[in-house]
């Protein structure tokens, strides 16, 4: 009895693990990757990217939180030719195959090599998978991090830098030109409907009045906090239920132990 109540937290903590937080990608969906290319170069001569994985990455995130929603919704698909479309990306690929097994563990989706920490799995993409790093067609997503305030995001707790106005001007037109060639309003209602969606929600803050705020139509609900604040408490009361466990059954052993003192006292005390 004693055990199976101590397996019931482990089963949950087991089931709630299964259900949604290891957002890691399964080893399967890069079998056969390695096989199919040669994606190991050690002898090319390897080429300079000047195209900062950094930002790429968090002008993907914002495109990804705050835009991709917003399409998905209206079911558009976006063209090739839009900068924002995923192979324009050109770290995109490596990104899609960096696993994350565990809190200090990444690990190389293409040769399974594994990494403490991130960065040192993107210097391993740098260094032996650049082949995929072709930044000929200008597919460098961080280019566009002007127009999708990703200075915004890296600073927001940070203090603000001072507005300048060329710059603000500069950024409000690369992103009015995001919005006409992946939204052309000639391509149907939900094109229309996303190209005035795309000016609310990114380039109307590309100006140094105050009060425009980037984002204004919200982003992505995020799922994983909710996941996050529950695996914390389920964490806090572990210990707590193991605790009541413990003195309840050191109660059970005090009262079984009492009881086989008094037959024996008993005995002792018989007259012989
Ligand atoms: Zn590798």
Redo the contacts with the bound molecule.
Sequence with gaps: MGRAVTAIPFLLVALFLSLGLPRCRSHQEFKGVAGTRT??QEDTQKPEVHCSRERSRIAWKIIEDYLMPFVEQEKYQISNKCKLHHDNDMFREQEQHKIHVETNEWR?G??K?SFRAEKFLDQ??DN??YILLNDSQGRCLADLCGALHCDQMVESKRTKTKCNPAAAARNHHLCESLANSCFPTNQGHSASRLHEFFLRQFCDAHTCSAGKQPFSRGGKKQSSVFYLAVSILIMMLLPLFYLIVYLYQREMNKGIQVLKRIPKTGRKTKPS
């Design positions: 994606l190991l190389c293409f040769c090599k391993h993409f032996r998978h």
